[in-house]
């Protein structure tokens, strides 16, 4: 059988397999609705390796909510700097409600 890194289809550029998905349990009340998400880790066909949360913070209003990204060598590295970065931008506002929170289509996750 191929290994999946080496697959190639006319009209694809790129395949990723998701290798790993986590929930965080957030510390006291967290700052999110439920106290805790989940991020998802997708290996790409050159070996790197990148998160994604389920859930993203509204900076305002009319704007589509950011989710945590991160990249790394590794499945921790990249688990790592998506939750560094996703309270990155929890941090963007000093107050939040949980208006100001969009979650990821319960397809996507």
């Not at 694809?12 to 805790?36: H, L, Q, W, Y």
Request: proline share 2%; hydrophobic share 35%; charged share 30%.
């Amino acid at each position: 059988m191929t290994n999946w890194k080496n697959i190639k289809i006319d009209g694809v550029s790129s395949i990723d397999k998701c290798v790993a998905e986590f929930r965080i349990m957030e510390t006291g009340f967290g700052r999110t609705p439920s106290g805790k998400f989940k991020v998802k880790i997708f290996e790409e066909q050159d070996g790197h390796f990148y998160g994604i949360t389920n859930i993203g913070v509204k900076r305002l209003d009319d704007e589509p909510a950011v989710l945590g990204l991160g990249t790394g060598k590794s499945i921790e590295e990249a688990l790592k700097n998506t939750v560094d970065a996703f309270v990155q931008e929890m941090n963007f506002k000093e107050q939040l409600t949980d208006d100001d929170f969009e979650w990821a289509e319960l397809d996507d996750f």
